[in-house]
């Protein structure tokens, strides 16, 4: 599994480079205050869903 740091960092990525410019929400993210967050739940969820999906085939 990737790295909870790498899942961090790349939520964080993708929602600025959607727009968001919460400079304080975004650091947040990097710093693990948001894990709980619709945003990183999803993103767990999503890391795990494609592994599994690799180990299967």
């Known amino acids: ?3 909870i740091k790498q899942i961090r960092d790349a939520v964080a ?3 600025e ?3 968001l410019d919460n400079r304080k929400f975004l650091r947040e993210i ?3 205050k948001r ?9 767990l969820a999503a890391t795990r869903l494609a592994e ?5 085939g």
């Open 35 to 43: 894990d709980d967050g619709p945003y990183m739940i999803g993103a």
């Open 17 to 19: 480079s959607r727009g």
């Open 1 to 3: 599994m990737e790295t």
């Open 30 to 32: 990097r710093a693990g």
């Open 13 to 15: 990525s993708e929602l």
């Open 52 to 56: 599994q999906s690799a180990k299967s």
